[in-house]
């Protein structure tokens, strides 16, 4: 495991440009992502692209700790990208985030 001090933070944005539930697209190098609030006040990040399909998951419905892909409908779970209901099968990429004070920052996770 990857020590919080070793990893390459990336400041995203104010914790109040962030939808109080809800996501935000946003481009981090050449990845594009979703930040996501959800009711808790967590914040979370993913790879805004749907496993199934070229759509942005940013425009889906968030509830409780997930995102609903806004075109068929897999909701995937925000902590680990699995996707909890068809017809996406692959998980999408999750991200680390931190926030500090006000800032949001993330942790791109490299792509095996
Ligand atoms: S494009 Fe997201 S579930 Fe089909």
Same mark, same amino acid.
């Given at each position: 495991?990857?020590?919080e001090t070793d990893l390459d933070w990336i400041?995203?944005?104010r914790l109040d440009e962030l939808p109080t539930v809800?996501?935000? +697209?946003a481009q981090l190098d050449? +990845?594009?992502v979703s930040i996501v609030r959800v009711e808790d006040?967590?914040?979370?990040?993913?790879d805004d692209e749907c496993t199934h399909g070229k759509v942005s998951l940013s425009e889906g419905e968030v509830s409780a700790c997930t995102i609903e892909c806004?075109?068929?409908g897999s909701r995937f779970d925000l902590r680990t990208g699995e996707p909890l209901s068809p017809p996406a099968t692959v998980p999408v990429?999750?991200?680390t985030v931190k926030i500090e004070g006000d800032d949001v920052f993330?942790?791109?996770t490299e792509e095996n």
């Open positions: 495991m990857t020590a400041r995203v944005c809800g996501a935000a +697209r050449d +990845r594009i006040g967590s914040v979370h990040c993913i806004w075109l068929h990429v999750v991200h993330v942790a791109l």
